[in-house]
């Protein structure tokens, strides 16, 4: 079993930047992949971010690429997205997950099998 708490959203402008937090226990924190994904109403949950058991394992959606930075500190059990020059359609519930089974590397929402409860990241225009 895998406990995961997301923090860091909240109101901010057009330009700015926010750090999502993501507290997990449970298993071994360094024994599987993590993921940010976003669901914006009406939409389905999109992929943004993941990164594997090592540092190297890392892929972005492009709609981030080159503004968001995904990261993870095993020692304290915590991976992070820090999110720079956010823009309205950047509005959306953020959740990060876990995929204790695969490699990692996935950015598709049934390879995770462990979902916080999400953080509403609101980016005005």
């Known amino acids: 079993q895998v406990h995961l708490v997301e923090s860091g959203g909240g109101l901010v402008q057009a330009g700015d930047s926010l750090r999502l937090s993501c507290a997990a226990s449970?298993?071994?924190?360094?024994?599987?992949?993590m993921g940010w994904f976003r669901q914006a109403p009406g939409t389905e949950r999109e992929f943004v971010a993941t990164?594997?058991?090592?540092?190297?394992?890392?892929y972005y959606a492009d709609s981030v690429k080159g503004r968001f930075t995904i990261s993870r500190d095993n020692a304290k059990n915590t991976v992070y997205l820090q999110m720079n020059s956010l823009k309205s359609d950047d509005t959306a519930v953020y959740y990060c997950?876990?995929?204790?089974?695969?490699?990692?590397?996935?950015?598709?929402?049934?390879?995770?099998?462990?979902w916080g409860q999400g953080t509403q990241v609101t980016v005005s225009s």
């Open positions: 990164i594997g058991r090592i540092d190297s394992m890392i």
């Open positions: 449970g298993r071994t924190f360094s024994s599987y992949a």
């Open positions: 997950a876990a995929d204790t089974i695969g490699l990692g590397y996935s950015t598709k929402v049934t390879e995770y099998d462990y």
